[in-house]
């Protein structure tokens, strides 16, 4: 287990430096100048003298090779450095969006969790009936329906039911307050976008709950265990659950990644002040520091979450450790 | 720069007199009561926090009410171009040797929010740095200030400024909103220290802010001004999406966005608040504009090019665009409603203007065969912003379909958009010119040629324009300077068909009836001090 566990933390370095190389590139190849952008908002003019001073300063006249060499170096010492747009420490930028991007990441997972799996055992086992229809239902219409949509939807319909029963109408904070300053303030801020992308991340998980655990349920040990008397809901818990888990494990450490950074829309939907939305303001900005600090960290977070995908693979499956 | 030369006598009265801009004025106020936090949305959070070097109104709504300036736009009748009011000052002053020197005395007992006084001394070191930036450092109003020799401080109450020749376009300048004014003391210890620190002596005191979220203030309770503020903080959310910051308005997460939104918006929230909802209109000192390059073919004709204008008809584009952008004013080159501004009767003679915009249509599909581009192709550049860009494109695209010009509309992003047009690397762009302080004789610069206009990305050289430009610049007499500017926008928008104005912009604030005190003007950058601004609630 422990040579399993080495070999995939060697694996991350490759990874992490290819995303390093790949956004780095990128980056450069986008047309337009931060220092630019920076003085005149795009338009307007800029004295020459002036960029010259900024790109000197941000260290944009060095050799692309020296660029990069400073920033890995940089990475791997976890200095990320300041962000060329706001000159502020990139640390205190993406720290306050870190905290609630993973808050709705987490809560989102949950609201997944809970939903995916009791949805997709009941419409595995009860397959076909009227049941199995609503469930296989109720996820499409998750899968087929944006997050940010959904996210429409809820604040117009708070907007328009509050106002009907209350005569003023009321929506989601647009103000972030973290949970341990004001719980009540901060869930009826976080609950309703963790909710509109938790449903859609649910169906995704549901519909592979029921299709690994249908495949699990027609196994020669499932019969087998029919066979010896045991009831069905032993059955389910004990011998097919675990196994069918697999592929929702892989799915749900991916989902939770991808939530990390990959919720633009939705952020701006609630005007969450989470990282998406950094991630678009940066890379708009040719703030390549920021940009390039953005993607290592999101990186990063695939790869932990891969290495611990795999490590709950090793340990639902003892074949896999045994390898 | 070369504007300088340009930048010639003129008294402030010739500037304009006061201009009545067609606004649905405020509601009339009641007695202001104390107490309260604002909550106002903002469309973008500013790169750094010093006005000194920023250009963007991001800065200045969350961020002016942490400063005084020496003088302002008068925040009782925001929409004159000529009624200032000093802030810092005691009284306006009176021009000296020949309109060369300007004295102004500073209020005593002012003091910064950490307590230190505020003398003439921080009053120079704050100018002197706009004006005269040290090396290091950017000041993006340094062309403002041509005009200005020195700045001195002969007393801690007295300022004087030195110009090198009379300038009518001086006062404007001093009332630009960005022209905070910073403590020496900071400057000194670093000059760059207000881009990442607020220090002030406005009527709010900063509190607090978090990146991408929100900038707090405070009621400085030893503002120089008695009585004032009237809210006991604000809090300037960011929000970069429209529908969020309209649904703020709508769900009294915030009580105002300063900037300004769409006529459907205006709508939406009227329907849905009833009057609880407050609509100020004004005439907006933005206008887009669309550039033919005159180095490319067959933009190097001015047949062409004038074909392009006349098939545009802005009488009736007025009308229907009025009703889903904000756009709505037809206009010349100089702001409507201004006294240097063109008539109806005026414009009608322009091609473009014309009221019979069949008459016009077969004009310029006439100069098109003439010209030998009968069925003309070309890509129109435009900025990926929805309003008033993409909308406004798209109708200039159908205007253009009717006299047989086929136009694809390519669209970037702000950066890329005028990286293309400083490279002059486009058939046709839409351009914006936008203004804080209504000055006209200097929002024309845009037009001159491209070695003196510093945003002019038309690829023209036209000295007879520049001429007339300096011309206008050098007169004290109103009806002159009015003459000249007929002249100019002649050449500009006739004779030479260099740029083309579409539709002025039209600002509209919907916010909740229970902010009061506040005034739309015709720019978004002005009147944003908060001190006047107070809640019925």
Not at chain 1, 152 to 181: N, Q
Request: overall charge positive; hydrophobic content about 45%.
């Amino acid at each position: 287990m422990y040579q399993y566990i080495l070999k995939r933390l060697l694996l991350m370095v490759p990874t992490l430096l290819g995303a390093a190389l790949l956004v780095f590139l990128l980056l450069r190849l986008v047309p337009g100048d931060v220092c630019v952008l920076r003085m005149t908002g795009g338009a307007g003019y800029v004295d020459p003298k002036a960029i010259t001073l900024c790109r000197a300063e941000l260290g944009l006249d060095r050799s692309y090779a020296v660029q990069f060499l400073t920033f890995i170096w940089d990475f791997v010492r976890f200095d990320f450095g300041k962000s060329m747009w706001t000159g502020r420490p990139i640390l205190e930028e993406v720290g306050l969006r870190f905290e609630l991007s993973l808050q709705i990441a987490i809560m989102a997972t949950l609201t997944a969790i809970i939903l995916a799996i009791p949805l997709g055992t009941i419409s595995a086992v009860k397959q076909n009936t009227w049941i199995d229809y609503v469930v296989r239902g109720f996820s499409i219409a998750g899968i087929a329906m944006p997050s940010f949509w959904l996210g429409v939807l809820i604040i117009l319909g708070l907007l328009i039911t509050s106002k009907a029963l209350f005569g003023s109408p009321w929506m989601p904070p647009i103000k972030y307050v973290p949970i341990w300053v004001d719980p009540l303030y901060n869930l009826s801020m976080t609950i309703f976008p963790a909710l509109a992308t938790g449903y859609r991340y649910s169906a995704v998980a549901t519909r592979m709950t029921r299709s690994a655990l249908l495949e699990v349920l027609r196994e020669d040990y499932v019969r087998t265990a029919r066979a010896k008397g045991l009831v069905q809901k032993l059955i389910i818990r004990r011998h097919a659950l675990g196994n069918a888990l697999l592929p929702v494990v892989t799915i749900i450490g991916i989902e939770f990644a991808f939530l990390m950074g990959g919720l633009v829309v939705t952020e701006q939907v609630f005007n969450l002040n989470g990282l998406g939305r950094l991630f678009v303001a940066s890379v708009t900005n040719h703030d390549y520091t920021m940009t390039q600090a953005l993607v290592m960290l999101v990186a990063t977070i695939f790869v932990v979450t891969n290495f611990v995908v795999d490590i709950i693979y090793a340990w639902l499956d003892p074949r896999i450790r045994y390898k | 720069m070369k504007l300088s030369r340009y930048l010639r006598p003129v008294p402030i009265a010739a500037v304009g007199a006061a201009i009545a801009i067609g606004f649905a004025g405020p509601p009339v106020q009641a007695a202001p009561k104390q107490g309260g936090t604002l909550n106002f949305v903002v469309p973008d959070e500013p790169p750094s926090w010093d006005g000194h070097r920023e250009t963007t109104f991001a800065l200045i709504h969350p961020f002016a009410p942490f400063y005084s300036v020496l003088i302002k736009v008068n925040p009782d009748n925001p929409s004159s171009p000529t009624d200032f009011v000093c802030d810092l000052c005691t009284e306006m002053p009176t021009p000296a040797d020949g309109g060369k020197t300007y004295t102004f005395k500073i209020k005593p007992g002012v003091k910064f929010h950490d307590g230190t006084p505020l003398t003439a001394h921080d009053i120079v070191a704050s100018f002197r740095k706009i004006i005269f930036p040290p090396e290091g450092t950017t000041s993006a109003r340094v062309a403002f200030f041509v005009m200005v020799d020195s700045v001195e401080a002969p007393d801690d109450h007295t300022v004087v400024f030195k110009l090198k020749y009379p300038s009518g376009a001086f006062i404007p300048a001093l009332a630009t909103p960005y022209n905070f004014i910073y403590s020496k003391a900071k400057l000194a210890e670093d000059i760059r220290w207000y881009e990442k620190n607020v220090m002030g002596s406005g009527p709010f005191k900063f509190v607090g802010r978090e990146a991408g979220a929100y900038v707090r203030g405070e009621r400085n309770k030893d503002y120089h001004v008695a009585g004032l503020p009237y809210l006991d903080g604000f809090e300037a959310i960011f929000s970069n999406k429209q529908a969020v910051r309209v649904q703020a308005i709508r769900g009294d997460r915030a009580a105002i966005e300063f900037r300004g939104f769409p006529p459907k918006s205006r709508d939406d929230l009227v329907a849905a608040l009833g009057k609880d909802v407050t609509v100020q209109e004004s005439d907006w000192n933005c206008v887009l504009l669309f550039t033919p390059n005159h180095r490319k073919k067959p933009f190097d004709d001015v047949r062409v090019r004038r074909a392009l204008t006349l098939g545009v008809d802005r009488w009736g584009g007025s009308e229907s665009l009025s009703r889903i952008a904000i756009v709505k004013a037809v206009g010349g080159v100089a702001f409507p409603g201004h006294p240097l501004a063109a008539t109806k009767v005026e414009l009608e003679q322009l091609p473009g203007y014309w009221p019979d915009i069949n008459k016009s249509r077969a004009e310029a599909k006439r100069l098109l065969q003439e010209a030998g581009v009968p069925d003309l192709k070309f890509v129109l550049w435009n900025r990926a912003v929805d309003q008033p860009y993409t909308i406004v494109g798209t109708w200039l695209i159908d205007q253009w379909r009717q006299i047989g010009v086929t136009v694809e509309q390519k669209m970037e992003p702000t950066g890329p958009f005028y990286a293309r047009l400083r490279s002059q690397d486009f058939d046709v762009t839409v351009d914006f010119n936008c203004q804080s302080v209504v000055n006209p004789l200097l929002d024309i610069g845009k037009f001159l040629s491209e070695d003196i206009g510093n945003e002019s990305y038309g690829g023209y050289t036209d000295r007879d324009l520049d001429k007339i430009f300096e011309a206008m610049n050098r007169t004290s007499d109103t009806a002159e300077q009015r003459k000249l500017m007929r002249q100019f926008e002649k050449r500009v928008l006739d004779e030479q068909a260099h740029s083309f104005v579409t539709l002025w912009w039209n600002r509209i604030i919907p916010h909740r009836s229970y902010l009061k005190g506040w005034k739309v003007s015709p720019s978004h950058y002005l009147n944003q001090d908060l001190a006047n601004v107070w809640l019925d609630k």
